[in-house]
């Protein structure tokens, strides 16, 4: 693999209807039989990565976006055995998931596969889901950044072959003579991505982390903040790589494609479900992407959000090559429905190596 190489991979892939809220029957339904024919696909054609949602409930709504979601671990562990290139990332709550089972279980994937696992670490937002597992509170929210530091040390130290008896005495963990065998293959621990979009959210993952994984709007003030991330960085003694979630429409004309995100995410939206998930993103404080979102309704149900890359073959593979050239080292796509949209994607766009 080229040193530089932009990396392309899928998102949302392990939950019912991906990142689309829609009713239209083309949504993706995250099938065990389509997701092994989808894993063999990209395995083939040169995709380097799969990255999970982390999802405990859905959307509700008429079709209840994500309800059925595979837990990562797991996720990663069966689908890897149906590939001989791809790498897999887990997404994890880090407030749902102590620091050493999140070790214990990456250690042994890592361990029989020879690395291709990395950890997807969100901090946390999602507050109905906090209920789930704190009863009704909803802890570290706004400290959430400084419980992250505190994870993903003790983390590492699990996973480095130079540990032994890990201690540690923070303020949310106080841990004595944790130990973790197997340790990564990986050393002296597997590929970190950190999901963040606030700046201190990806203060925190240029600290902590490999990969930043995040979101933008417009493309041209992305280059800039791309490049000062980097710049701040370097600063630090550490280099990181941004990818970002991308939402492809892809059709033989434009007009086809502006008709197909019409009819899935006008004509077809699940609007309670999309309601829903705007409501969640007030509830939880991120008052700049809420603004975004409110305003623009259809692009939620489009994509929940991430940026949407849409029109003829032609365009498309135009927009994606500024896209890197914004300082971007990868992204993550989703589709309508995965299995059907990214034979043409890969036919008619990725030729000719567009991202080499």
């Known amino acids: 693999m ?17 990142l689309s809220l ?9 099938d065990w039989a389509d997701l092994k024919k989808l894993i063999y696909f990209c395995d083939k054609n040169n995709f ?19 309800k059925m979601s595979y837990e990562t671990f797991n996720f990663a562990s069966i689908l890897l055995n149906h590939s001989k290139n791809l790498s897999f990332y887990s997404t994890v709550h880090i407030p749902f998931i102590h620091p050493v089972y999140a070790a214990r279980s990456i250690a042994t994937i890592s361990s029989y596969f020879k690395g291709r696992i990395g ?12 209920k789930m597992f704190y009863n009704g509170s909803t802890p570290i929210n706004k400290d959430r950044y400084n419980f992250g530091t505190e994870w993903i040390k003790i983390f590492k130290l699990l996973l480095n072959k130079k540990s032994s008896k890990v201690n540690f005495n923070g303020k949310y963990f106080k841990i004595k003579s944790a130990d973790c065998y197997p340790k990564s293959f990986d050393q002296p621990y597997p590929e970190i991505v950190s999901a963040a979009y606030s700046d201190n959210g990806r203060d925190f993952a240029i600290k902590n982390c490999k990969v930043l994984f995040t979101m933008f709007e417009n493309l041209d003030r992305t280059k800039k903040i791309n490049y000062e991330l980097k710049k701040k960085a370097s600063k630090l003694g550490k280099k990181v790589s941004i990818y970002t979630p991308i939402h492809i429409i892809a059709r033989r004309s434009n007009s086809e494609a502006n008709e197909f995100h019409d009819y899935y995410s006008d004509k077809h939206i ?65 589709f309508v429905n995965y299995l059907d949209d990214i034979k043409n994607f890969k036919k008619y766009v990725l030729k000719k190596d567009l991202f080499n």
């Open 270 to 334: 699940d609007n309670e479900a999309t309601q829903n998930f705007i409501k969640n993103v007030s509830v939880a404080g991120k008052k700049s992407l809420y603004k975004i979102m409110l305003s623009k309704k259809s692009i939620i149900a489009s994509s929940c959000g991430s940026k949407i890359i849409k029109g003829s073959y032609k365009d498309v593979r135009e927009q994606l090559r500024e896209l890197k050239n914004a300082h971007f080292n990868g992204a993550a796509f989703s």
């Open 48 to 66: 380097d990565f799969i990255l999970p949602l982390s999802k405990w409930q859905g959307w509700g709504g008429t079709t209840d976006p994500n």
């Open 119 to 130: 950890l997807n670490i969100v901090c946390g937002w999602n507050n109905n889901e906090y």
């Open 22 to 30: 829609t009713r239209a029957k083309e949504r993706w339904k995250a």
């Open 2 to 18: 080229k040193l530089n190489k932009f990396k392309i991979g899928l998102f949302g892939i392990n939950s019912s209807s991906g």
